[in-house]
């Protein structure tokens, strides 16, 4: 079965960081660029990073440029993202999804890891 | 940053309406707009990819159409599974920016 699975999240304090994991399994990791999405607490989606599936190429959306690094482990089938100096604002679900580069949509999704940042 | 715009933003029908839903991008994206329907509590799922191709295994009730900035999604026969939140994406440039979702809701 293709299957993303999240896991890492949780209650951080302000300005602390998090290291959010996402297991594949059910397909060849290695060929596809994988993302991350987030979701505010009753709000709308929001996408946040990009990795190639060499890591060659790797794009973030502003809102977390310079804070937040992925990155991928082929060989283990795992792709990371290490959340620095977090803040309120970042409390969200956090998604993994594979790219069907292609045509660049993501059509398979983890069920999600919570990241909670309060003092 | 290309900014997508949905409208309506929610809207009620009744099971068997017929319901549209717009997506706007703020410049030319061709056809690089994604379709994404989302139940609460869970991730979303994607139904149309390039402005008008249906993911394998989606009903086909639900199409897609539009190039260049508008794009409209349609549920032709509104089921009651398909009570959920829409949410458009363009990925013709980075950052791939989502619009804010329009909830399709029980009449």
């Known amino acids: 079965e293709v299957q993303l699975v999240e896991s890492g999240g949780g209650l951080v304090k302000p300005g602390g960081s998090l290291r959010l994991s996402c297991a594949a399994s059910?397909?060849?990791?290695?060929?596809?660029?994988m993302n991350w999405v987030r979701q505010a607490p009753g709000k709308g989606l929001e996408w946040l990073s990009s990795?190639?599936?060499?890591?060659?190429?790797?794009y973030y959306a502003d809102s977390v440029k310079g804070r937040f690094t992925i990155s991928r482990d082929n060989a283990g089938n795992s792709l990371y993202l290490q959340m620095n100096s977090l803040r309120a604002e970042d409390t969200a679900v956090y998604y993994c999804?594979?790219?069907?580069?292609?045509?660049?949509?993501?059509?398979?999704w983890g069920k999600g890891t919570t990241v909670t940042v309060s003092s | 940053d290309i900014q997508m715009t949905q409208s309506p933003s929610s809207l009620s029908a009744s099971v068997g309406d017929r319901v549209t839903i717009t997506c706007r991008a703020s410049?030319?994206?061709?056809?690089?707009l994604n379709w994404y329907q989302q139940k609460p509590g869970k991730a979303p799922k994607v139904l149309i990819y390039?402005?008008?191709t249906l993911q394998s295994g989606v009903p086909s009730r639900f199409s897609g159409s539009g190039s260049g900035t508008d794009f409209t999604l349609t549920i032709s026969s509104l089921q009651p599974e398909d009570f959920a939140t829409y949410y458009c994406?363009?990925?013709?440039?980075?950052?791939?920016?989502f619009g804010q979702g329009t909830k399709v809701e029980i009449k």
């Open positions: 059910g397909f060849t990791f290695s060929s596809y660029i």
């Open positions: 390039a402005a008008s």
């Open positions: 994406q363009q990925t013709y440039s980075t950052p791939r920016t």
């Open positions: 410049q030319t994206i061709s056809n690089s």
């Open positions: 990795i190639s599936s060499s890591s060659s190429y790797i």
């Open positions: 999804a594979r790219d069907r580069s292609a045509y660049n949509y993501m059509d398979i």
